[in-house]
Antibody, heavy 118, light 108 residues
Framework: QVQLQESGPGLVKPSETLSLTCTVSGGSISTYYWTWIRQPPGKGLEWIGH???????SYNSSLKSRVTISVDTSKNQFSLRLSSVTAADTAEYYC????????????WGQGTMVTVSS | SYVLTQPPSVSVAPGQTARITCGGNNIGSKSVHWYQQKPGQAPVLVVY???DRPSGIPERFSGSNSGNTATLTISRVEAGDEADYYC???????????FGGGTQLTVL
């Protein structure tokens, strides 16, 4: 079955860029929407944005100026870059899959904790 | 932007029925999805498209959606159902996914 696995640094300095990758295994990255969602400690879920396998993106308006999501179909991976991070960006970051934008996030990665601190 | 409102907490005794609401303007016109999140774990989809269940989710979990309120109903609640529950929709006006604030279900 399809599995998602996040990877990337667990510690990022303030003002630097957070970079994470989600690897899709057990299936193709094609024909789905691939999403990043985050959850600050003790708080709720926040949608960051998604990318369709052909490269079309949509971002949360509150993060849009700092977010870039990209896809590498040859590696079955998609990535998140969040620039100019602050302590407010400290969170568990999840990648997830959607069949269409109206569908549920049916498969999630296990999550990766990113702390922003000097 | 579209707002989904959930009660912060719901408490229920084992064997009883828990109802978790998700309020939003004309939410009945949208497809609502529900996720269960236990401590230290990733969210798991428990109801999609208002009332459908993914394979492996017990029939005790059901959903409904009408007017300005969607509801996740958990029948015959068990201790293992204790978790945070989140509702989610796609908001076409802002072209973004929206989550409710989450409801902590406590089994007494």
């Amino acid at each position: 079955q399809v599995q998602l696995q996040e990877s990337g640094p667990g510690l990022v300095k303030p003002s630097e860029t957070l970079s994470l990758t989600c690897t899709v295994s057990g299936g193709s990255i094609s024909t789905y929407y691939w999403t990043w969602i985050r959850q600050p400690p003790g708080k709720g879920l926040e949608w960051i944005g998604h990318i369709y396998y052909i490269g079309t993106t949509s971002y949360n308006s509150s993060l849009k100026s700092r977010v870039t999501i990209s896809v590498d179909t040859s590696k079955n991976q998609f990535s998140l870059r969040l620039s100019s991070v602050t302590a407010a960006d400290t969170a568990e970051y999840y990648c997830a899959r959607q069949a269409t934008i109206f569908d549920a996030f049916d498969i999630w990665g296990q999550g990766t904790m990113v702390t922003v601190s000097s | 932007s579209y707002v989904l409102t959930q009660p912060p907490s719901v408490s229920v005794a084992p064997g009883q029925t828990a109802r978790i609401t998700c309020g939003g303007n004309n939410i009945g016109s949208k497809s609502v999805h529900w996720y269960q999140q236990k401590p230290g774990q990733a969210p798991v989809l428990v109801v999609y498209d208002d009332s459908d269940r993914p394979s492996g989710i017990p029939e005790r979990f059901s959903g409904s959606n009408s007017g300005n309120t969607a509801t996740l109903t958990i029948s015959r609640v068990e201790a293992g159902d204790e978790a945070d529950y989140y509702c989610q929709v796609w908001d076409s006006s802002s072209d973004s996914a929206v989550f409710g604030g989450g409801t902590q279900l406590t089994v007494l």
